[in-house]
């Protein structure tokens, strides 16, 4: 079987009945561009910047960034490439920006509110960002952002640094990844062009449970009812206002996972490279109507356990 998937993994993720889910890869090392070619990925999904903050004493300068991110957009080779702003803080720390540990905390200065706190750093990011979009097809989104108005700054931060550097315009989207954005989902899917939901941060978040915590990150499951209820919601406010939505987070590379989350109406899963193939054949044996049959199923489990146990039923 593993075999078969990797032979036809330049193929599309198309269901029995016709409906397309688009599969693209998570990556965040520039050499992982090329893994992206080879494992059928439709581009990129998220590409975590912090590997160029990360295990340095000093922040790297436009020059760099721009170097790295045209190198990777360039070998993609014309597919997409979704950049997402630095995520510094959480489970992802920096000593030289002189963050205090409460800075560095879930709840405290991470994802785009930093950017907020240093836009000296943000705006560099950006530079390097709308350069590199030159080169290629880029997206641009925003991790941490928990309001309207959040994402409003976000935009009109890259718009100021895109007339500076006299780039293209790109698409902007948002990080779901809030429990208080799924909330404002409405109003966010009429300012942003598209969402990408972090399902890593949005069950920590929903469920209050520290994903790094040695006892209590197994509790944080993203197939607990409590996080579908809230992609559901999130995917219904989207198309409303005729946007796509897509999933970044680790529950796009969970074979049920991306089952369930076809079938909750999810138009772009995300996932490690090595993923790719075997999500892309696992979809292509389903219909839309069992997976919507099965979402709905786990929407009303009690536990992330009862989801597991549940199956496509043909
Ligand atoms: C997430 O939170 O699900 C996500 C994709 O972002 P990260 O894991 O980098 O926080
Ligand atoms: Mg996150």
């Known amino acids: 079987q593993r075999n078969q998937d990797w032979d036809q993994r330049f193929e599309p993720a198309i269901l029995q009945d016709g409906h397309r889910v688009e599969v693209v890869a998570n990556i965040g090392q520039t050499a992982e561009a090329a893994s992206v070619i080879d494992s059928g990925a439709e581009g990129v999904g998220l590409l975590r910047t912090e590997f160029l903050f990360l295990d340095r004493d000093h922040a790297p300068d436009e020059e760099e960034q721009y170097n790295e991110l045209r190198t990777m957009i360039e070998s993609?080779?014309?597919?997409?490439?979704?950049?997402?702003t630095l995520d510094i803080g959480g489970d992802k720390p920096v000593s030289y920006l002189g963050l205090s540990e409460q800075d560095l905390s879930f709840l405290g200065l991470r994802g785009f509110r930093l950017s907020l706190a240093r836009p000296d750093?943000?705006?560099t990011q950006l530079r390097a960002i709308f350069r590199a979009a030159e080169h290629g097809p880029i997206r641009l989104m925003f991790p941490m952002i928990a309001t309207p108005n959040d994402f409003l700054r976000a935009r009109e931060m890259a718009e100021k640094v895109r007339r500076e550097v006299g780039g293209q315009k790109v698409e902007l989207g948002v990080m779901i990844e809030v429990p208080s954005a799924?909330?404002?989902a409405p109003e966010l899917a009429e300012l942003a062009d598209f969402f990408s939901i972090g399902t890593n941060d949005?069950?920590?978040y929903a469920l209050a449970v520290d994903r790094t915590h040695p006892?209590?990150?197994r509790r944080a499951d993203s197939l607990h009812p409590v996080v579908l209820r809230l992609i559901r919601d999130t995917v219904k406010a989207a198309h409303d206002k005729g946007k796509w939505v897509g999933v970044c987070g680790g529950l796009a590379a969970d074979p049920l996972g991306a089952l369930i989350l076809t079938g909750l109406g999810i138009d772009e899963l995300s996932m490690p490279p090595a993923i790719v193939p075997q999500v892309k054949a696992l979809l292509r044996h389903e219909k839309l109507e069992t997976l919507s049959a099965l979402a709905e199923k786990a929407l009303?489990?009690?536990?992330?356990?009862?989801?597991?146990a549940l199956r496509p039923s043909h």
């Open 76 to 84: 993609l080779q014309g597919l997409p490439m979704i950049v997402r």
């Open 121 to 123: 750093l943000a705006t």
């Open 182 to 184: 799924v909330t404002m």
């Open 202 to 204: 949005l069950t920590q």
């Open 215 to 217: 006892l209590l990150a």
């Open 300 to 308: 009303h489990q009690r536990d992330a356990r009862a989801v597991r």
